[in-house]
């Protein structure tokens, strides 16, 4: 982790470390996702996307502009709260409010909701672990 810079880590949308299962996990009887029932909600959520982007020659949300971001990406006064929150306990960047806004409306869609909801944020903002962990101000 010390070869990389913060400022290039600030580039990654996603960032997560990733612990060591444990045996008693692997072996649970918890039902999980398949595979193919994976591959179809993403399949849809990319649906969603082409058609959503099909007036602005883009075919996923990683392309958004910040303009775009301010029209697809809207939150509810919790989701913002929750944000604003984690940028002054995290000290999370400019290029991160971008990133992480632009996860929350994937995760939105393989959700299937037409809106980005507190819990969406939330999440997105977990995967921007690593750069704060490692690269504090």
């Known amino acids: 982790m010390g070869k990389i810079s913060g400022p290039l880590l600030d580039r990654i949308d996603i960032q997560i470390e990733v612990t060591p299962v444990k045996y008693q996990k692997l072996d649970s009887n918890t039902p999980v996702e398949t595979s193919e029932e994976i591959r179809k909600r993403v399949n849809y959520a990319r649906k969603i996307q082409i058609q959503r982007y099909k007036n602005y020659n ?52 393989l959700d299937c909701k037409s809106d980005i909801q507190s819990y969406h944020i939330a999440e997105a903002i977990q995967y921007r672990s690593l750069d704060r962990k490692y690269w504090k101000n």
């Open 58 to 109: 883009i075919y996923s949300n990683s392309e958004l502009t910040p303009k775009l971001i301010e029209e697809y990406c809207k939150l509810d006064e919790n989701g913002r709260k929750i944000l604003q929150n984690a940028f002054q306990k995290l000290g999370l960047s400019a290029r991160a409010y971008g990133r992480i806004l632009k996860v929350a409306r994937t995760i939105a869609d």
